[in-house]
């Protein structure tokens, strides 16, 4: 084992649950644990410990993954993740709190709390693992499918428009957002660290696979196949600049979409009401 291998294998082993039995519930080859293993050697070259970080989840297959890291966790009901993780950041300000979900407990039954959290620019950073379907129950179609792609709910195609969870999150008023996928892992690491230490909301879309449900019922193949998939329909924000609509129809834009280190944060925002009114 090389140096840089060694480092690597310390840092995941100081932030996973010692006594937690591996192999994990995800399907072999699924994209989590890679978005686990860069949300860990973000947060140790941040140089965070454990109990400095607070990790909270709703349901579905990305929302085990504060189960097999030791931070302070919550997890919670469905689509609650950001209301939660709201309660924790006014209850622990100092807190690097952090939310982990899914697109159907992000978009769907969540997509009230994801709004608002944006529109408050409150100190939370939102790791969303968008794999274009719900994958823990049953392959049904998300606010992320694309049109005409085929689910368990949509087995002719998918009729509905989909959501862009970073277009919404910029209308929303976040003061941060970028997008990874799992085949770039250096980025991704990269971009998690720019999002933790972002202060205000800041959303983190990583394009992830399901090959289990969304590659099989479409036909994208196995775990490889999409991953080598996600490579090619890739482009850079600066790519993406000099290209045509045509051009970039079913590309994926990578990289930080939108920063404004200019507006002010809300839980800040709070303490100043509460300072003023305690002066009186």
Same mark, same amino acid.
Request: with cysteine; proline share 4%.
């Given at each position: 084992?090389?140096?840089?291998?060694?480092?690597?294998?310390?840092?995941?082993?100081?932030?996973?649950?010692?006594?937690?039995?591996?192999?994990?519930?995800?399907?072999?080859?699924?994209?989590?644990?890679?978005?686990?293993?860069?949300?860990?050697?973000? +947060?140790?070259? $941040?140089?965070?410990?454990?109990?400095?970080? /607070? @990790?909270?989840? =709703?349901? !579905?297959?990305?929302?085990?993954?504060?189960?097999?890291?030791?931070?302070?966790?919550?997890?919670?009901?469905?689509?609650?993740?950001?209301?939660?993780?709201?309660?924790?950041?006014?209850?622990?300000?100092?807190?690097?709190?952090?939310?982990?979900?899914?697109?159907?407990?992000?978009?769907?039954?969540?997509?009230?709390?994801?709004?608002?959290?944006?529109?408050?620019?409150?100190? +939370?950073?939102? $790791?969303?693992?968008?794999?274009?379907?719900? /994958? @823990?129950?049953? =392959?049904? !179609?998300?606010?992320?499918?694309?049109?005409?792609?085929?689910?368990?709910?949509?087995?002719?195609?998918?009729?509905?428009?989909?959501?862009?969870?970073?277009?919404?999150?910029?209308?929303?008023?976040?003061?941060?957002?970028?997008?990874?996928?799992?085949?770039?892992?250096?980025?991704?690491?990269?971009?998690?660290?720019?999002?933790?230490?972002?202060?205000?909301?800041?959303?983190?879309?990583?394009?992830?696979?399901?090959?289990?449900?969304?590659?099989?019922?479409?036909?994208?193949?196995?775990?490889?196949?999409?991953?080598?998939?996600?490579?090619?329909?890739?482009?850079?924000?600066?790519?993406?600049?000099?290209?045509?609509?045509?051009?970039?129809?079913?590309?994926?834009?990578?990289?930080?979409?939108?920063?404004?280190?200019?507006?002010?944060?809300?839980?800040?925002?709070?303490?100043?009401?509460?300072?003023?009114?305690?002066?009186?």
């Amino acid at each position: 084992m090389t140096t840089a291998e060694k480092q690597k294998s310390d840092a995941m082993l100081k932030y996973l649950r010692p006594k937690k039995h591996f192999p994990s519930v995800w399907c072999p080859g699924c994209g989590n644990g890679i978005v686990m293993g860069a949300f860990i050697r973000a +947060i140790d070259k $941040i140089g965070l410990s454990k109990d400095e970080v /607070g @990790m909270v989840s =709703g349901i !579905g297959c990305t929302s085990r993954m504060p189960v097999y890291m030791d931070f302070n966790s919550l997890h919670t009901t469905h689509g609650r993740a950001l209301a939660f993780a709201t309660g924790v950041k006014f209850a622990q300000p100092d807190m690097k709190v952090c939310v982990i979900t899914g697109d159907g407990d992000a978009l769907a039954i969540g997509g009230n709390h994801f709004i608002h959290a944006c529109r408050r620019n409150i100190d +939370i950073t939102c $790791i969303l693992i968008n794999n274009h379907i719900y /994958g @823990m129950t049953g =392959g049904q !179609g998300s606010p992320t499918t694309p049109s005409a792609a085929f689910s368990t709910t949509t087995p002719y195609g998918n009729v509905e428009k989909h959501f862009d969870p970073c277009d919404l999150a910029m209308a929303a008023g976040a003061s941060f957002v970028g997008r990874g996928t799992v085949y770039h892992y250096p980025q991704l690491e990269k971009l998690i660290i720019q999002a933790v230490q972002h202060k205000g909301f800041s959303l983190v879309e990583v394009i992830s696979n399901c090959h289990t449900y969304f590659g099989r019922l479409n036909r994208k193949g196995d775990a490889a196949a999409m991953l080598e998939m996600f490579k090619n329909n890739s482009v850079t924000k600066a790519k993406a600049k000099n290209m045509s609509p045509e051009e970039l129809d079913g590309k994926h834009v990578l990289g930080v979409l939108h920063e404004d280190n200019v507006k002010t944060e809300f839980c800040d925002e709070y303490q100043k009401l509460v300072d003023s009114y305690q002066s009186k």
